[in-house]
């Protein structure tokens, strides 16, 4: 019966991959909330003990993080999964967007915190261009270490280490996300892909930016029970044995983990410099038809999708020793 679900999980990750609107965020609510269960089920009483007590004081709480809860779940356990999703959920309204968010929302919205402002270096790199102008908010290293810092300080203001526990939570899931670890700078694209965004990959459903695609890699059923099914899943999966991955044990630096993922971004999203794409922009334009666009490479989403459950499981894991680390009594 597992292995046959396994099977379906699988097969609806890969499908959901299209016919979902571009984003630009690291996984979408199922990686994250699956980065989030595989903590929660990894802590200790104590730790989910003291994550719960930290998330009450989050000015947003019932508004947005167990608002909708399903009949059935656990408050805590569902309030620290959607946690892990706020961050995203506070970006300012777009164009077609369902619900205006007023400042009281968007306030808490820092659009640079989700990527790592670094070059990933491909064979094909071009030297990056730079202005000399300093950047005026954090990247996506610092962002994660500023809010470890104001988490675990045990005297500062409630609120703030209510919201900086969301941001642990997502930012560690956005740092093992192979396209947040930076841009590629090659001849086409002089000032950077935007983490693939601006690449057009042909499927068999339709053409997506390379982003995209990641992006989606473990499905789009958020269900509560599915996140539950899907953790235990990685979790039993002998190929997702953070322990037998190369680096895990030595890796515990937030840049460590933004090199991890660069490297694996040389290696198996761009194919070493190898992967055809076209511009997303001229696609969009309609500049370029569809025929275009260059195919992904046969067995390309099966590799990506094994690789994305090896990182969020990498991501759980350690998402489980910050928060024990930043909560534990001294």
């Known amino acids: 019966m597992v292995l046959y679900m396994r099977k379906i999980l699988i097969s609806l990750a890969l499908l959901s991959i299209f016919g979902l609107p571009q984003a630009t965020f690291a996984w979408n609510d199922v990686g994250h909330m699956t980065v989030a269960e595989i903590a929660w089920q990894i802590m200790t009483p ?26 059935g779940a656990n408050e805590d356990e569902y309030a620290f999964l959607k946690a892990a999703t706020w961050p995203d959920l506070v970006r300012p309204s777009r164009p077609g967007d369902r619900q205006f968010k007023d400042a009281s929302i968007t306030r808490y919205h820092h659009g640079s915190w989700h990527y790592a402002d670094d070059a990933i270096p491909l064979p094909t790199s071009t030297t990056r261009p730079s202005d000399g102008t300093p950047a005026k908010d954090l990247f996506l290293p610092e962002a994660l270490e500023k809010n470890r810092t104001t988490l675990a300080t045990a005297d500062a203001d409630a609120a703030d280490r209510a919201v900086a526990l969301c941001w ?3 930012l560690v899931g956005d740092i093992h996300q192979p396209l947040h670890s930076g841009a590629a700078f090659t001849e086409k694209y002089p000032n950077g892909d ?5 690449l057009a990959v042909n499927t068999p459903s339709g053409v997506f930016n390379l982003h995209s695609v990641w992006d989606e890699l473990l499905g789009t059923n958020n269900d509560y029970r599915v996140i539950d099914f899907l953790a235990r899943d990685i979790l039993l999966d002998p190929r997702c044995d953070v322990t037998k991955q190369p680096g895990f044990a030595e890796h515990k630096t937030v840049d460590a983990w933004a090199a991890e993922s660069r490297e ?9 410099g190898r992967l055809a794409t076209g511009s997303m922009k001229d696609f969009q334009a309609k500049k370029l038809d569809a025929v275009d666009v260059p195919m992904l490479p046969p067995m390309y989403l099966q590799t990506a999708h094994e690789l994305a459950r090896v990182r969020v499981a990498e991501a759980g894991a350690r998402l489980a020793e910050v928060l024990r680390a930043s909560l534990e009594k001294k």
């Not at 947005?64 to 809860?69: D, W």
């Not at 935007?194 to 601006?198: E, R």
């Open 264 to 272: 694996q971004a040389v290696a198996f999203v761009y194919a070493k």
């Open 168 to 170: 642990v939570e997502h």
């Open 46 to 71: 104590e730790t989910r003990t003291q994550v719960s007590a930290v998330l009450k004081q989050h000015p947003l709480y019932k508004q947005m993080l167990i608002e909708g809860m399903p009949a």
């Open 194 to 198: 935007q983490g693939g965004n601006a």
